[in-house]
């Protein structure tokens, strides 16, 4: 089946930095992917729609200009968290589409301290 | 709009027990039901799938059912091990292949 990656894992990182974290489909074209937030014990709430080769779609409530994404490619998405806060640590998870379904990344877990 | 209902968990069952995790839909249109999985650590899974009314999606011994008339999509297992223990998502996507999801169900399974 189609698998999907993400890069890093696992980061912590100080306030006020900035984190990127990657999302490759690797073995099938994406023309868009999906980055999602997972808050303890709660269900996925959508961030943003990634197309390639254009601007990102943002959900409401989101700040596009704190959570930048950047589809450069067929198979690369990356979502950096600019001027990192402890709020946003969470588990930030990327899916690509392919026909009609989603496949998912396994997952980034950010801790900002 | 379109959401997803799951019944709450946890739901905790002995090994072998039968299995029913209800999910029930509301939606415009006539999208895809999904489940998908999250075991302990690790992303999301796709367990199964259904595109259209009637069809029976069916994986690891998981099984789930699109019912138009009844809006729902229970997943359902005969005999379950403590590997299922997990959380389980509903999910249906409907337009622009966005995925409405459930809240999720935490699955305990004991031996």
């Known amino acids: 089946g189609a698998v999907v990656s993400q890069h890093p894992s696992r980061v912590i990182c100080k306030s006020g930095t900035s984190v990127k974290i990657e999302c490759r489909s690797l073995?099938?074209?994406?023309?868009?992917m999906f980055w999602y937030r997972q808050f303890p014990k709660q269900s996925l709430m959508l961030m943003a729609t990634s197309n390639e080769g254009s601007k990102a779609t943002y959900e409401q409530g989101v700040e596009k200009d704190k959570f930048l994404i950047n589809h450069a490619s067929l198979t690369l998405s990356t979502l950096t968290v600019t001027s990192a806060h402890p709020e946003d640590s969470s588990f930030y998870i990327c899916?690509?589409?392919?026909?009609?379904?989603?496949?998912f990344g396994p997952g980034t877990r950010l801790t900002v301290l | 709009g379109d959401s997803v209902t799951q019944m709450e968990g946890p739901v905790t069952l002995s090994e072998e027990a039968f299995l029913t995790i209800n999910c029930t839909y509301t939606?415009?249109?006539?999208?895809?039901l999904f489940w998908y999985v999250q075991y302990p650590g690790e992303g999301l899974q796709l367990l199964l799938k259904a595109t259209k009314a009637d069809d029976k999606g069916s994986n690891k011994g998981f099984e789930a059912t699109y019912r138009k008339e009844t809006t729902s999509f229970h997943l359902e297992k005969g005999s379950v091990q403590v590997s299922d223990s997990a959380v389980y998502f509903c999910a249906l996507i409907y337009s622009n292949y966005q995925l409405i999801w459930g809240a999720g169900t935490k699955l305990i399974i004991k031996p």
């Open positions: 939606a415009t249109g006539y999208p895809s």
């Open positions: 899916s690509a589409k392919s026909t009609d379904t989603q496949y």
């Open positions: 073995d099938f074209q994406a023309t868009t």
